[in-house]
């Protein structure tokens, strides 16, 4: 998957992003030094969680053709969903990140069951209600895929991704219905730690998603129109590149 990064100092300069867009791969760190046709050397991070990455990455991957990927990144986008949801949950508790971080590594990180445990736990506790979840039936799928390399259909890959991002906006709705601005306070805490460390001047940037988008309007943007997108945006800005 790649990613568009306008340049912050052409922006500057002339009051819109210079028109020759850098085109990188996804990386993990979500942190990416550019050098525009001009000559500008900057740096950029990418505020978005690491969910809504993982999922993009799930849509890339149907709209290439490569289904068993698009089901193993959307469920890592779940993971990584339900991890955000645990967090913040007991960073809203006042329990020390230490511990949190702590606790997370010696008993949820390796197993996914357990995340999923926790998570529904804590959001039991603290919402009053179960949570959104995907179904068993969906989990199946997912472990078919991992496990026993299974090769999953388009409509299984789609239906899948469907509950997945089903279960991400439900349960997200929920959480900044109940708790506001701190769901979005929580989720650039993190970011700007990660670009604090980094010690020299970065911009961010947020880069379209269909969990950002969807999240953000009110018409649902179906699931075949935005692989429709991501192929069309491919063609405008001549991908794939070295
Ligand atoms: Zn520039």
Request: aromatic share 12%; charged share 25%; proline share 4%.
């Amino acid at each position: 998957m790649k990613v568009l990064l306008p340049c912050a100092v052409c922006f500057h300069e002339n009051g819109w992003p210079d028109m020759s867009l850098s085109i990188l791969n996804l990386n993990d760190e979500g942190y990416y030094t550019i050098v525009c046709q001009n000559g500008h050397q900057t740096n950029t991070i990418i505020w978005q969680p690491k969910y809504e990455l993982l999922f993009e990455l799930g849509m890339n991957a149907i709209a290439d053709g490569y289904l068993r990927e698009g089901v193993t990144a959307f469920a890592s986008s779940l993971e990584r969903f339900r991890e955000t949801c645990f967090r913040f949950i007991l960073h809203l508790a006042d329990v020390d990140h230490s511990f949190v971080d702590e606790s997370w590594k010696r008993n949820f990180v390796r197993w996914s069951e357990r995340q999923y445990g926790g998570f529904h736990a804590v959001w039991l506790v603290t919402i009053k209600g179960a949570p959104k979840t995907i179904t068993p039936k969906q989990t199946e799928l997912r472990n078919k895929v991992v496990h026993q390399g299974y090769i999953p259909t388009l409509a299984e890959t789609k239906s899948y991704g469907e509950a997945a991002a089903h279960e991400i906006e439900e349960n997200f709705r929920t959480l900044v219905a109940t708790y506001g601005s701190k769901v979005d306070e929580f989720l650039r805490h993190e970011f700007s730690g990660r670009a604090m460390m980094k010690n020299v001047d970065i911009s961010t940037l947020s880069i379209p998603t269909i969990i950002g988008t969807r999240l953000q309007s009110q018409n649902s943007i179906e699931f075949d129109d935005w692989i429709e997108k991501i192929r069309k945006d491919r063609v405008i800005f001549d991908w794939p590149k070295p």
